[in-house]
Nanobody
């Protein structure tokens, strides 16, 4: 069984930075990639960023490109989301997820097999 635990959320002001972490555990944890999604209040869950586990290739939602950076530390089984220049519209519950899908867009929730419990990020104006 794979468990994902997010941390690092909080309340910040517009323009501030936060770094989210997602620690994965599980004896046979070998994902093809890891992703971050978010769910703003009253809205659907949306894709934020994805990284392949081996090669480190990344892709981002247009709304965060240039401000957010996804990275991973394979030795620690941890993926990070560095969020800079935060805006009030970034307010959401942020989820990390693991996928076994190798060839896909990695932008859809259905492509992911395991999910964390989420961490709240609130950006005040």
């Amino acid at each position: 069984q794979v468990q994902l635990v997010e941390s690092g959320g909080g309340l910040v002001q517009a323009g501030d930075s936060l770094r989210l972490s997602c620690a994965a555990s599980g004896r046979t944890f070998r994902p093809a990639g890891m992703g971050w999604f978010r769910q703003p209040p009253g809205k659907e869950r949306e894709f934020v960023a994805h990284i392949t586990w081996n090669g480190g290739s990344t892709n981002y939602a247009d709304s965060v490109k240039g401000r957010f950076t996804i990275s991973r530390d394979n030795a620690k089984n941890t993926v990070y989301l560095q969020m800079n220049s935060l805006k009030p519209e970034d307010t959401a519950v942020y989820y990390c997820a693991a996928t076994r899908v190798v060839f896909g867009t990695h932008r859809y929730s259905a492509e992911y097999d395991y999910w964390g419990q989420g961490t709240q990020v609130t950006v005040s104006s």
